[in-house]
C-alpha cells in the first residue's frame, strides 16, 4: 500500500447536518474573548460587575457597602481593591466611569461585550446565536442595537 493514498481519519470523525466552525474564527475575535473571559474569572471583579448591571450608577463607596453587606468579614474587599479591580475593568472597557465633584461613579459597559458577541456570533457560521454543550445550549439574544456611549 502507498502512504499516500491513505488519509488519516480524525477520532472525532462523524458527519452531522451542523456546520462546523474549525479555525475560522479570526484570532482578533478570539483574543478580545480571552481578554473578556479573563477580566470575568476574578471572583472579585465579577462580583463587582454584576453588582453594577443590578444596581446601576455607584461610586466605591456604595460599591463597597454593597460587597460587604453579602460577604463575611474575612472575605470583604477594602475600597483600594475596589478601586483597582475597576481600574482593570475600565482599561478593559467593562466599566465606564463619570466624574461628580469629588466622586466618580461607575457604571456597566456593554458595548465591548455586545460587540464581541455580535462579531463571534456572526463569524461563528452556523446561522445561529447559540452554541450547544452536550445535554444543553448558550444562547445569545441581541436586540440589534448596540448599546449607547452615555
Known amino acids: 500500500m502507498n502512504s499516500k493514498s491513505i488519509a488519516a ?12 466552525t474549525g ?6 475575535t478570539l ?3 480571552e481578554d ?7 471572583k472579585s471583579r ?3 460587575l454584576l453588582t453594577l448591571a443590578h444596581e446601576g450608577e455607584l461610586n466605591v463607596t456604595e460599591l463597597k457597602g454593597l460587597l ?7 472575605k470583604k474587599l477594602s475600597q483600594p481593591a475596589i478601586s483597582h479591580h475597576l ?3 475600565r482599561l478593559h472597557h467593562l466599566v465606564d466611569s463619570r466624574r461628580a465633584g469629588k466622586n466618580n461613579f461607575y457604571r456597566l459597559d456593554s458595548a465591548r461585550l455586545h460587540s464581541v458577541l455580535d462579531q463571534f456570533f456572526a ?3 452556523n446561522g445561529h446565536k447559540q452554541l450547544e454543550f452536550g445535554s444543553f445550549s448558550l444562547a445569545y439574544k441581541s436586540n440589534g442595537r448596540a448599546p449607547k456611549k452615555r
Open 9 to 20: 481519519k480524525p477520532r472525532n470523525s462523524r458527519v452531522s447536518g451542523k456546520t462546523r
Open 23 to 28: 479555525g475560522r474564527i479570526p484570532e482578533a
Open 31 to 33: 483574543l478580545n474573548l
Open 36 to 42: 473578556i473571559f479573563s477580566m470575568l474569572a476574578d
Open 46 to 48: 465579577l462580583r463587582i
Open 68 to 74: 460587604d453587606h453579602s460577604q463575611p468579614r474575612h
Open 87 to 89: 481600574g482593570l475593568l
Open 123 to 125: 463569524e461563528s457560521g
